[in-house]
């Protein structure tokens, strides 16, 4: 993965470089970047030691029939070495009959959540809230798309919110690339040779058009949201999950940032217990209006941490990390903190 400046020349147009991989092939497919200047990288991998972090899934579930997962990964160009890599985990079945499973389209919305498509030939794909929840064509092994969103500030298991196959009953079908608007709903587009492939009742077009008989695919135009009011998992929304301070004097303090913490998505109050993880005395927190455990964070409302950066010597400074622990779903999330004395 690369970060490049066309507006520089020569070597001073490279930001940043990384090999990201395994023993094995592994393949970038599809990138996104969020406002916060952060890359989000899907491919697939064959390899079995691909690196991982936080990960919901930590191995290659096709890797005893020579198959590929997909892979999905969150780094900051802004740091260096191992620093660099927020979140990385696998994401398949077992199943393999051409490739395996791969992640083709990336994107990512203002919280930092990551939304990916792509092809699975696994009838164990990892599911969660989904829409198909089984796969739908399966002539020897399955053929479908599949849509998933992640939360890379969480860990784990938490780190999967949704994920769903997309396809129809008699034909393969893929997921090419993906969208996503300032409401989190996912849009992706890619090809079926089904003629069952789930269309809704406004479409432009229901049918499959196969004009030319054999294999021919139409390509489609899915619109899906994960969450409504009623069903939406409770948590708290944290912006931003990252920030860099830059450049800054040393022994200076950097003018801050605010880190909004809010209860938008509960119908009842939250805790919220702010810690500050290998922050040291580069990342003072200025101020911090959210409730002292046992009060808790009202529906609607929200509160804010007030951070800077103090760097001690000349050069970067290690990352800071300021975790948010509540008890809804996607707990705890994360902010990163990152800035280099000059």
Do not use: W
Request: overall charge neutral; aromatic content about 10%.
């Amino acid at each position: 993965m690369s970060k490049l400046n066309p507006a520089a020349s020569g070597a001073a147009s490279l930001l940043y470089s990384t090999y990201l991989g395994g023993s094995s092939s592994d393949l970038g497919l599809g990138i996104a970047v969020d406002s916060a200047g952060l890359a989000y990288v899907t491919g697939r991998t064959f390899s079995i030691d691909f690196p991982t972090l936080n990960a919901f899934q930590n191995s290659n579930n096709a890797a005893s029939a020579g198959g590929s997962n997909a892979f999905v990964a969150k780094l900051n160009p802004a740091v260096s070495g191992a620093a660099s890599l927020l979140y990385s985990t696998y994401l398949g079945g077992s199943g393999f009959a051409i490739y395996g499973d791969g992640g083709y389209g990336i994107a990512a919305d203002s919280t930092g959540f990551a939304y990916v498509t792509g092809n699975t030939e696994s009838t164990d794909f990892p599911t969660l809230n989904a829409f198909q929840s089984a796969c739908p064509f399966v002539p020897t092994t399955c053929a479908a798309g599949f849509v998933a969103k992640l939360n890379p500030s969480a860990s784990g298991a938490a780190s999967l919110v949704y994920s769903t196959y997309l396809g129809g009953s008699d034909g393969a079908s893929g997921g090419d690339a993906i969208a996503v608007d300032s409401s989190g709903i996912a849009y992706v587009t890619g090809d079926t040779v089904s003629s069952s492939f789930p269309t809704t009742s406004n479409a432009f077009q229901s049918g499959y058009g196969n004009f030319y008989g054999g294999s021919s695919s139409d390509a489609f135009v899915t619109k899906l949201t994960f969450e409504t009011p009623t069903t939406a998992p409770e948590r708290l929304t944290v912006t931003p999950h990252h920030h860099s301070f830059g450049r800054v004097p040393a022994d200076a303090t950097s003018k801050p940032v605010k880190i909004t913490i809010a209860n938008r998505h509960s119908a009842r109050k939250l805790p919220v217990l702010v810690s500050p993880v290998d922050m040291g005395s580069n990342y003072p927190i200025i101020s911090n209006t959210c409730p002292v455990p046992p009060s808790q964070l009202e529906f609607k409302h929200s509160c804010i941490v007030t951070v800077a950066c103090r760097p001690d010597y000349v050069g970067p400074a290690p990352a800071g990390l300021l975790r948010i622990n509540d008890n809804a779903s996607g707990s705890p999330q994360q902010v990163t903190l990152s800035c280099t004395g000059k």
